[in-house]
């Protein structure tokens, strides 16, 4: 058997690859236009950053991280997330030592070993976001706003737009002992994940996602009935932004996202599908008080968000948003004999130097093999060069889609095409 790749990943090549790009860069652009500056961390980590930040008993650490000793014997982890990374480089960088808010945005492979579906991938691409600084709800709002506005800037219409808040820590503490009383009692019915979350983290188990839909879930104690009041207010004040912003949202009392750090604001925009995609989160994040003290001792709250990029690629490709990417060549350079080739291959670099995008035969000096490659490039232009076309510095070109064809300099190529 040949070589494959790893279950779970995926090549992307030539259009696919593209239309990866082109997802990026137009984050990249909306991120730039909201404050954001990029940030590059490594795609490994000491385990520690991912156990101490994310949660030992999460999904993510027990079950799902890539993780090795190297040769030094250190417990090395590819990155499963990009909000621990980011954390540890604003420590480590003494980012906090710089006035106002501090705005990053990220792009890059993350790795969790997880069951292969539609969208979940074992090595993904995610965008995402962190914003560290005391700036309160009007940030969360706008941060909420700034995911919103993404997927719709990539054209992304079917989504929800779900938030909630888990409240402080003093909230979620007391939330977390009535969880334990009220599944206590019924947790045995349970899938063996929940069993253990009933005394690592109880709320966790509203976001199961093998008992999901089960009456006792829809009927578990609401966090708002424990929220105190800070939080209470808290919450008002981001619901009351968004709500100056025009931006449409539920409030979706079982929103409590699968990791440990979060704190108050949590929110997910949801893609509404007729297919296996349906229920899946294109965008989620939320607030974190506590991750920077617990890591660092540095009393610097954070907040933010991620998107995975193969997600938004299956989205765009259903609804037709990259119906208009052009990948065809603008000018295939055709040489008839060996000198001509010769003059092709200056051309074409020529071309390029300008932006042009210009392919050439490197070996057959046939026309109609040359045409079937020009024609298999899908190219807009063919200029053909032979012998007669060198001895004159000239260049016959054919416009492929209306099919004129015209004489003119070679020194005047580029000018024409431009």
Same mark, same amino acid.
């Given at each position: 058997?040949?070589?494959?790749?790893?279950?779970?990943?995926?090549?992307?090549?030539?259009?696919?690859?593209?239309?990866?790009?082109?997802?990026?860069?137009?984050?990249?652009?909306?991120?730039?236009?909201?404050?954001?500056?990029?940030?590059?961390?490594?795609?490994?980590?000491?385990?520690?950053?991912?156990?101490?930040?994310?949660?030992?008993?999460?999904?993510?650490?027990?079950?799902?991280? %890539?993780?090795?000793?190297?040769?030094?014997?250190?417990?090395?982890?590819?990155?499963?997330?990009?909000?621990?990374?980011?954390?540890?480089?604003?420590?480590?960088?003494?980012?906090?030592?710089?006035?106002?808010?501090?705005?990053?945005?990220?792009?890059?492979?993350?790795?969790?070993?997880?069951?292969?579906?539609?969208?979940?991938?074992?090595?993904?691409?995610?965008?995402?976001?962190?914003?560290?600084?005391?700036?309160?709800?009007?940030?969360?709002?706008?941060?909420?706003?700034?995911?919103?506005?993404?997927?719709?800037?990539?054209?992304?219409?079917?989504?929800?737009?779900?938030?909630?808040?888990?409240?402080?820590?003093?909230?979620?503490?007391?939330?977390?002992?009535?969880?334990?009383?009220?599944?206590?009692?019924?947790?045995?019915?349970?899938?063996?994940?929940?069993?253990?979350?009933?005394?690592?983290?109880?709320?966790?188990?509203?976001?199961?996602?093998?008992?999901?839909?089960?009456?006792? !879930?829809?009927?578990?104690?609401?966090?708002?009935?424990?929220?105190?009041?800070?939080?209470?207010?808290?919450?008002?004040?981001?619901?009351?932004?968004?709500?100056?912003?025009?931006?449409?949202?539920?409030?979706?009392?079982?929103?409590?996202?699968?990791?440990?750090? %979060?704190?108050?604001?949590?929110?997910?925009?949801?893609?509404?599908?007729?297919?296996?995609?349906?229920?899946?989160?294109?965008?989620?994040?939320?607030?974190?008080?506590?991750?920077? %003290?617990?890591?660092?001792?540095?009393?610097?709250?954070?907040?933010?968000?991620?998107?995975?990029?193969?997600?938004?690629?299956?989205?765009?490709?259903?609804?037709?948003?990259?119906?208009?990417?052009?990948?065809?060549?603008?000018?295939?350079?055709?040489?008839?004999?060996?000198?001509?080739?010769?003059?092709?291959?200056?051309?074409?670099?020529?071309?390029?130097?300008?932006?042009?995008?210009?392919?050439?035969?490197?070996?057959?000096?046939?026309?109609?093999?040359?045409?079937?490659?020009?024609?298999?490039?899908?190219?807009?232009?063919?200029?053909? !060069?032979?012998?007669?076309?060198?001895?004159?510095?000239?260049?016959?070109?054919?416009?492929?889609?209306?099919?004129?064809?015209?004489?003119?300099?070679?020194?005047?190529?580029?000018?024409?095409?431009?």
């Amino acid at each position: 058997m040949g070589y494959q790749k790893v279950k779970g990943t995926q090549d992307f090549i030539g259009l696919d690859a593209q239309k990866m790009r082109l997802i990026q860069d137009k984050m990249a652009n909306v991120a730039r236009c909201y404050g954001f500056e990029e940030i590059v961390t490594p795609i490994m980590e000491n385990t520690e950053v991912f156990v101490k930040s994310v949660g030992e008993t999460t999904d993510v650490v027990t079950k799902e991280m %890539y993780t090795f000793l190297d040769k030094g014997g250190r417990s090395i982890t590819l990155r499963p997330e990009g909000t621990a990374a980011i954390a540890r480089s604003y420590l480590e960088n003494k980012m906090y030592g710089e006035a106002g808010i501090k705005k990053l945005y990220y792009v890059g492979p993350m790795f969790r070993y997880e069951r292969q579906q539609a969208g979940r991938y074992r090595q993904f691409n995610q965008f995402g976001v962190e914003v560290y600084g005391k700036a309160g709800p009007m940030l969360d709002a706008d941060l909420i706003a700034f995911g919103y506005y993404l997927c719709k800037s990539l054209g992304i219409k079917n989504i929800t737009l779900k938030i909630n808040s888990i409240g402080d820590s003093s909230s979620r503490n007391n939330y977390s002992k009535a969880l334990k009383e009220y599944f206590g009692g019924c947790i045995d019915t349970f899938c063996e994940d929940c069993k253990k979350r009933i005394n690592a983290n109880p709320l966790r188990i509203l976001d199961c996602k093998v008992d999901a839909g089960r009456e006792e !879930i829809l009927n578990a104690p609401k966090l708002s009935s424990f929220l105190n009041q800070e939080s209470i207010d808290y919450f008002n004040e981001v619901k009351k932004y968004l709500d100056n912003l025009g931006i449409d949202y539920v409030v979706d009392e079982n929103l409590v996202r699968g990791l440990d750090y %979060y704190t108050d604001t949590v929110f997910e925009c949801i893609i509404n599908s007729d297919d296996e995609l349906n229920g899946l989160a294109v965008v989620g994040g939320g607030r974190y008080a506590n991750m920077l %003290y617990d890591m660092g001792k540095v009393d610097v709250p954070g907040i933010g968000f991620a998107i995975g990029l193969e997600r938004v690629k299956l989205l765009m490709e259903k609804e037709g948003l990259f119906d208009n990417l052009d990948n065809s060549t603008e000018v295939f350079l055709m040489g008839l004999d060996e000198e001509s080739k010769v003059v092709t291959l200056n051309l074409a670099n020529k071309l390029r130097e300008k932006g042009i995008k210009a392919e050439l035969d490197y070996a057959s000096m046939s026309m109609k093999s040359q045409f079937k490659t020009a024609e298999r490039l899908n190219a807009k232009y063919i200029a053909i !060069i032979g012998e007669e076309e060198r001895l004159n510095n000239k260049v016959n070109l054919k416009n492929t889609l209306t099919k004129e064809q015209i004489t003119i300099s070679q020194d005047d190529l580029i000018k024409y095409i431009k």
